[in-house]
């Protein structure tokens, strides 16, 4: 499950580094500033939580336990809704994106509350 998380976390930085430029550059003149600011977000909590990811592979190859598992599957579909809705938002306008939101905001949650719970777990179960 190691390289799952691992492969997950650098394609998710891929993307967020990718949409930061085109939402700096491409979208400029095309996007209001609270569109852009919206946009600029989701590629920035994309980030936080790509790197969230690598961190599970790593401590899942030192010490695997189901705990990195249910963190590493919360991050990423956090980071689906989160992230996707708020880019859905900029670019369409319609506002009942922004109603999704919060469940991924949850995800993110979830996912940092069983990476702890996993960095301290004494229990190895193999992941």
């Known amino acids: ?3 799952t998380w691992i492969v997950a976390g650098g ?23 609270e569109e852009r600011v919206v946009f600029e977000t989701a590629a920035r909590y994309q980030m936080y939580h790509a790197l969230a990811l690598l961190a599970v592979g ?11 598992k249910f963190a ?15 880019y ?3 670019l369409t306008g319609v506002r009942g994106w922004g109603a999704v939101t919060p469940f991924g905001g949850l995800g993110f949650l979830v996912g940092w509350a069983c ?8 229990i190895r179960d193999g992941g």
């Open 58 to 68: 790593i401590m899942s190859g030192i010490r695997p336990c189901r705990w990195l």
């Open 88 to 90: 859905a938002l900029s």
């Open 1 to 3: 499950m190691r390289n």
């Open 115 to 122: 990476l702890a719970i996993g960095g301290t777990s004494r």
């Open 11 to 33: 394609i998710s930085a891929f993307v967020a580094v990718a949409a930061g430029a085109f939402g700096a550059h491409a979208l400029r003149e095309r996007l209001s500033l």
């Open 72 to 86: 590493g599957a919360a991050f990423f579909a956090g980071t689906v809704v989160f992230s996707g809705s708020l």
